[in-house]
């Protein structure tokens, strides 16, 4: 397996033997592809804490905390 097949797997967390079709690429290739990847998770990161404020404004203050924590966004 290649250093950038690794890093891949690394990032989407999963063992580098389940992306083996992808060892035609080159590492250059397989980097950029991890880059991509890494930035849609970011994305998606920021969306869901963008969406979990918002629909904490429609619970009352007391309960906010505990809500929160129960959706998985405890800051």
């Given at each position: 397996m290649s250093e950038g097949l690794d890093r891949l797997a690394a990032t989407l967390g999963v063992p580098a033997t389940r992306l083996a079709p992808l060892e035609a690429y080159d590492?250059?290739?397989?980097?950029?592809?991890?880059?991509?990847?890494?930035?849609?998770?970011?994305?998606?990161?920021?969306?869901?804490d963008a969406s979990l404020d918002e629909a904490l404004k429609l619970v009352p203050k007391m309960l906010r905390g505990v809500v929160q924590k129960m959706l998985g966004g405890a800051r």
């Open positions: 590492d250059q290739q397989l980097d950029r592809f991890n880059d991509l990847a890494r930035g849609a998770m970011t994305a998606e990161d920021k969306a869901f």
